[in-house]
């Protein structure tokens, strides 16, 4: 197929339409409103639903009960939205439903601004919302790559029965840029025989529920969700590496600040300064090995992100203590440039701090 | 080597953002790398409009432009202030004469001065001031094939507004031949 120019957040409305989902619960937050724009048009053409909720809390419901059907399911947001959403995901991760959860992330804390900003991290990686659980959370690097993981996000969370989180921004839901939607290669799934669909009286009803009163039966539900984690950290993890053989120095950046720092390493290069980039596409789980392993020219690692900094924690793990971490970058909305990263990279290679 | 930075900026309502898209959608077509980035904010509603386009042979790692414009396009006084010291030295400014009587001040960029709004008033259609100010950067860039933008509209017009295609192909000439004037 060719390629058609389009705003991220629509893309990623065509790319979930294009994997299957036929339904979209959600509330209006700039900057994610052209997604549920887009569903809205789009849906009742197609037999799916679109339905405007009457507040964020209210839509994860309703995508925790269509989810409970065996249908695949979207809801969208940013961040103070994402943030009500969080009792509802944690019953939805509990009850082992899958689910597409889309955050573009603006500034906060609380209300906070409308602009993009990478602040919602640990709200991603951590869990929002109570109890052991752990979303699949892709971070894509542009509106291709989201387009790509959306998709693979339906897949990924049909096969764990477990909520997907794409983590984008402000800037990536509204820029546009050229997408295909490519024919992507079909998992093979187990049948969904735990959704109450009517047991036209030939089986015993499915109960969808996250309460276990006996602590036992929990302990033992919370081993199993841990096996389920374990595996997504032993088969989902992905990175993209950039530059990285021979450089003194490496940035750990994600997303929109990815791509910022990408434009810093080339224009670094062109001045005779070899740095490497590393790109964590899963944040949850979170390429470790890859920050452990880093080539022994690398005598310092910059972690670059639209916050006060939340994924250098992450790296920290990854590092185990081998190398100094260094931080720049902005927040409430601010953007970095380039020289930013430049400059700070030039002050970390002159024994700055 | 293609690596074109524009920032176009005005006010709402100027069609600002769809000279942008036009532009990305041409270098689309013309298979090159193209990004566009829209301002947004609650500066939107009747207030300045400004977007940042890349057109590119490489791909594009940073859509945003931070005082390395190769390119700024400023329809009204509010952008010329805002915009023209994000172009860089050697770049190129486009100004809406007939909206902006100040001067670049500026010595180390080319300033070129399009008047718009009077072309588009002699034409009969002020709405297609924009496409003028989009037929003098197609002249003066050379970034793109003049028929790659022009497509791009009529695809965007579609069907329903075909019959507009002609005062727009208009106006775009009269942009390229007044900005032939000063180069």
């Not at chain 1, 025989?193 to 309460?211: C, F, H, M, Y």
């Not at chain 1, 053989?245 to 080339?266: C, F």
């Not at chain 2, 400023?74 to 190129?92: D, I, Q, T």
Request: hydrophobic share 40%; aromatic share 6%.
């Amino acid at each position: 197929m060719s390629k058609v120019l389009m705003k991220g957040n629509e893309a990623i409305g065509a790319a979930a339409i294009a994997a299957g989902c036929k339904y979209f619960f959600g509330y209006p937050i700039t900057p994610q409103s052209e997604l549920p724009e887009y569903m809205s048009a789009r849906l009742p053409k197609i037999g799916g639903v679109y339905l405007q909720a009457e507040s964020e809390v209210a839509a994860i419901n309703m995508v925790y009960g269509a989810a409970g059907t065996g249908k695949r399911v979207m809801t969208s947001s940013s961040s103070p939205g994402i943030a009500l959403k969080q009792e509802g995901i944690s019953y939805i991760a509990g009850a082992e439903l899958p689910c597409v959860i889309v955050n573009m992330v603006r500034g906060g804390p609380g209300l906070g601004s409308i602009q993009p900003a990478q602040s919602d991290y640990n709200q991603a990686t951590r869990g929002g919302g109570d109890g052991d659980y752990k979303l699949l959370v892709y971070a894509p690097g542009n509106i291709q790559e989201m387009v790509d993981l959306v998709q693979l996000a339906f897949d990924k969370a049909d096969y764990y029965r477990n909520p997907v989180m794409i983590l984008g921004d402000g800037m990536m839901g509204q820029m546009m840029e050229p997408v295909e939607f490519k024919e992507m290669p079909k998992m093979d799934l187990p049948a969904k025989d735990w959704a109450t669909t009517g047991t036209q009286e030939k089986r015993k009803p499915n109960v969808i529920n996250s309460l276990y009163l006996a602590a036992e039966e929990l302990e033992q539900h919370n081993i199993h969700l841990q096996t389920k984690y374990q595996e997504m950290i032993d088969k989902e993890i992905m990175f993209e590496e950039y530059n990285m053989e021979g450089a003194e120095l490496v940035i750990v950046a994600y997303g929109t600040t990815a791509r910022i720092s990408k434009a810093a390493v080339d224009l670094l290069q062109a001045q005779g300064i070899h740095v490497g980039l590393i790109r964590p596409i899963t944040v949850w789980p979170f390429p470790y090995q890859a920050i452990k392993d880093l080539p022994e020219s690398a005598k310092n690692i910059l972690c670059v992100e639209m916050s006060m900094g939340q994924m250098i924690d992450d790296v920290r793990i990854g590092n185990e203590g081998q190398r100094p971490i260094h931080f720049v970058g902005r927040s409430g909305g601010m953007i970095p440039t380039p020289q930013l990263v430049i400059d700070k990279v030039k002050e970390i290679l002159n024994g700055g701090k | 080597m293609l690596n074109e930075r524009i920032i176009l900026a005005g006010f709402g309502g100027q069609g600002i953002m769809l000279m942008g898209q036009l532009l990305t959608q041409a270098g689309m077509n013309e298979e090159k790398e193209v990004s566009w980035l829209p301002s947004y904010g609650p500066e939107m509603r009747g207030g300045t409009a400004n977007c940042d386009v890349m057109i590119s042979d490489k791909p594009i790692a940073s859509p945003i432009i931070s005082a390395d414009a190769t390119c700024a396009i400023v329809m009204n006084l509010p952008s010329m202030v805002k915009f023209v010291p994000e172009v860089e030295p050697g770049g190129v400014v486009l100004v809406n004469s007939s909206l902006i009587e100040e001067t670049v001040e500026r010595t180390d960029v080319k300033v070129y001065y399009i008047p718009c709004n009077d072309i588009a008033n002699d034409l009969g259609n002020m709405k297609i001031a924009n496409m003028v100010m989009l037929g003098a950067y197609i002249e003066i860039r050379r970034s793109l094939d003049p028929e790659s933008v022009l497509q791009a509209l009529e695809s965007k017009l579609g069907m329903t507004k075909a019959s507009l295609m002609d005062i727009n192909r208009q106006a775009f000439a009269k942009g390229a031949e007044a900005a032939k004037l000063q180069m």
